[in-house]
């Protein structure tokens, strides 16, 4: 028993190091300036249903990305639950991540699925990404794994 309850101690002793150690990589679609979605309103690709221009003075830093909004209530709404609203893929083409590519986007080629924002290439590539959407949102999310750990920072 002795000898067990060592290894076990020290094991929880190890787990409770290592989140201080395991850095998350992340992977973002940003400008220069740290902007993301080109300054849209993520948001509003959900109660707009459209790409909406957000305001400077309404910005928001989350997980590394600077966020405007269009208006206050998008801002609170963000806030209250970021992970419902920020783009899936950190921003990129969902169709390229599916291929392994990290590729700009186009706003106008938005598309809610499965409650989360995916953004496209081109209105062209989001309906080439619809011919099979749940297998290439399949490989994308495998693949974004790989693409964060790679190209991640």
């Known amino acids: 028993m002795g000898i067990m309850r060592k290894l076990f101690l020290s094991l929880a002793v190890l787990a409770l190091a290592l989140p201080a150690f395991a850095q998350t990589k992340i992977l973002l679609n940003l400008d220069k300036s740290g902007l993301a979605i080109q300054g849209y309103d993520p948001v509003a690709f959900f109660t707009d249903g459209k790409p909406v221009k957000g305001k400077p003075e309404l910005g928001l830093r989350y997980n590394g990305a600077l966020y405007y909004f269009a208006s206050k209530d998008h801002r609170d709404a963000f806030k209250a639950d970021p992970a419902k609203y920020e783009p899936a893929f950190g921003g990129y083409c969902a169709y390229g991540v599916s291929r392994g590519k990290l590729v700009e986007i186009d706003v106008e080629a938005f ?7 995916l953004l496209q290439y081109s209105k062209g590539v989001r309906d080439d990404f619809n011919k099979d959407t749940k297998g290439n949102l399949a490989k994308a999310s495998t693949n974004w794994t790989t693409l964060v750990e790679k190209k991640g920072k």
């Open 111 to 117: 598309q809610i699925v499965d409650g989360k924002l």
